[in-house]
């Protein structure tokens, strides 16, 4: 079996350039508001956005409109719980990521659960 790269899985799902708003710091101010301090980064992935039909929403792990994404484990400081990331104009929380090998090759891809903001 040939050995698959990260390019490879994409040019099978399709290439998205998005934004990661990575938190960096939370906390809550001396009125008890959330606050927090963030940065943000570019990464090419590629973004499945969920219609009701898939395994995920059936066992009840996501809803329709929300999204799994697909990442190079190269951006997996990025792909945290809660960091937040934007796609065609709408706003994802991560929820979780798995790293998942194909062919002969270690981590090939991050797949993350991205729950609709």
Known sequence: MASLDFNDVLA?????????????????NTRGDDTETTTTAEVN?????????????????LQ?????GFFHP???????????????SKN????????????DSNNIFVECKLRRA
């Open 12 to 28: 099978g799902l399709g290439t998205n350039t998005v934004t990661i708003t990575i938190v960096t710091q939370a906390s809550h």
């Open 45 to 61: 992935c590629s973004i499945q956005i969920l219609d009701g039909t898939e395994r995920e929403v059936e066992e009840g792990l």
């Open 64 to 68: 329709a409109g929300d999204a799994i």
């Open 74 to 88: 190269d951006d997996s400081a990025y792909l945290v719980t809660g960091n937040r990331l934007s796609y065609q």
């Open 92 to 103: 994802y929380v991560f929820k979780s990521g798995v790293v998942e090998d194909m062919g």
